[in-house]
């Protein structure tokens, strides 16, 4: 419900912007820009086409400009850099926190990040250089090096005074990290406790201790697991030797669940989750054209198939008509099977231990599915084409074509993996031509063996 909500008021926002653009009023559309959150108005901009996108984007407030930038996709965000100076891009990013911008260093200028790096201070340059230090996709691209740590030999009331100094506390600090002398990461204190316990009280008598660090190696996937699996709203990160780096906040990990959700949906039709919707048309056919490709190969494997027994088809005309049926019913059923499966491996609750019993519960699935499904279409068949035999064999062709496609949608995507390529991105056009090609040889087989 909240969902639909949601889209509902992203759709009246996108008509008004739409028609207040079209009309040449720019202020309401101003306006209203100024009451949108960052995020709102990026994703306004993905919806728009290019020449509207432009104009929203120039009544955008300078000062957010910035947090815009971090919540659109990379083709977008790439074509909304083109239409800035080098004065904007580096007022737009200045401000930013070390993650943010680390996120952003790829897509700037040279020109523009020499600007910034020069704009720092040593030790927000030597920050963003550490982070930029670690591979992509890792808790340490993830982590803000802005941390408040504290010392476990004090007590409350040092703490306070020093946080009362400090001025200000980095966004979604729940917790203070209490760390050694060697900056060893050894527990956390919250908030909370600070402002209620006795001023005298010694932070050692207060540390929780129960909240694991994260290693700064850990892959962005392993960390959004671990943030849903506790409820974490920030987490510490260390390096092999325990020693506390940074922190990662929960509104990073929002956005790599999201990112992976739209990763898991878009690969199993061969898309980008950064394409932009309104890319010209000749960036959207070269993307699109190798997948095709290989999309017709694998239909021309499954036709190979079909041509076998085109004797048998020749002499009995009602195959052609069934074909489709008994191939679209395994497709159908392997893609459920498969997608299962790509999410199951995405959160690493798919290993060696589970791997056949999945394998026995979907065979056993198809074939229940494969058993009423053949007897229901066999009947149909027997009504319509009046061949007993023939209904025979479509009914065994489907059961034998659903625990195929059932194999193949957990087999494909682990053999994927092993192999180190994307289960999302290569699993559906392989569980395609596996189910294509098995379905047509198994009906046409059947076919030929009985009814010729």
């Known amino acids: 419900m909240a969902e639909m909500i949601r889209q509902d008021k992203t759709a009246r926002q996108l008509r008004l912007l739409s028609d207040a653009i079209d009309s040449g009023r720019l202020g309401p559309v101003k306006r209203m820009v100024q009451t949108l959150s960052p995020a709102e108005i990026g994703n306004l901009l993905e919806s728009m086409p290019p020449h509207k996108r432009s104009v929203l984007w120039g009544l955008v407030d300078p000062e957010d400009d910035g947090e815009v930038l971090l919540h659109v996709g990379d083709e977008v965000r790439e074509g909304l850099i ?5 004065d904007e891009l580096v007022a737009a990013v200045e401000d930013l926190d070390i993650d943010d911008l680390a996120d952003l260093v790829e897509d700037l200028p040279d020109a523009v990040i020499n600007e910034v790096v020069r704009s720092m201070d040593r030790d927000d340059r030597e920050r963003l250089e550490q982070v930029l230090s670690y591979d992509e996709d890792t ?29 200000e506390l980095p966004d979604h600090t729940d917790y203070l990290f209490v760390v050694s002398k060697r900056h060893q990461y050894m527990g956390r204190i919250s908030v909370a406790s600070l402002l209620t316990s006795d001023p005298n009280t010694p932070i050692n008598k207060l540390i929780d201790d129960e909240q694991p660090a994260i290693d700064v190696n850990e892959s962005s996937t392993e960390v959004a697991r671990q943030f849903s699996d506790h409820d974490w709203v920030s987490a510490p990160v260390v390096d092999d030797g325990n020693v506390l780096l940074g922190r990662i906040t929960i509104d990073d990990v929002v956005d790599i669940i999201r990112e992976e959700a739209e990763h898991q949906a878009l690969s199993a039709a061969g898309l980008d989750e950064d394409e932009d ?4 048309v000749h960036k959207a056919f070269r993307r699109r054209l190798i997948w095709l490709t290989v999309n017709l190969g694998t239909a021309f494997l499954a036709a190979s198939v079909v041509d076998q027994f085109s004797p048998t088809i020749e002499k009995i005309v009602a195959l052609a008509v069934l074909m489709p049926i008994v191939a679209g019913m395994g497709g159908n059923s392997g893609t459920q099977v498969l997608t299962l499966m ?56 489907l059961l034998f074509n659903l625990l195929t496609s059932a194999a193949g949608g957990v087999l494909v995507p682990l ?10 991105l290569a699993g559906g056009v392989l569980l395609t031509t596996l189910t294509d090609t098995m379905g047509f040889w198994g009906f046409l087989g059947l076919a030929t063996l009985i009814l010729t």
């Not at 941390?147 to 100094?165: K, P, Q, S």
Request: net charge positive; with cysteine; glycine share 10%.
């Open 82 to 86: 083109a239409d800035m100076d080098q």
């Open 139 to 167: 808790a340490g691209r993830l982590m803000n090096p802005d941390v408040v740590t504290v010392r476990a030999d004090t007590t409350i009331d040092v703490v306070l005074r020093y946080l009362r100094l400090r001025g």
């Open 277 to 280: 919707m309104f890319s010209p």
């Open 342 to 397: 790509v999410r199951g491996l995405a959160l690493g609750q798919i290993g060696a231990s589970n791997v056949w019993f999945l394998l026995r519960k979907e065979l056993s699935v198809a074939l229940i599915n494969g058993l009423a499904l053949g007897v229901f279409l066999g009947v149909i068949v027997l009504i319509w084409f009046h061949q007993p035999m023939l209904s025979l064999v479509i009914g065994c062709a």
């Open 415 to 424: 053999a994927l993996k092993r192999m180190g390529f994307d289960p999302a």
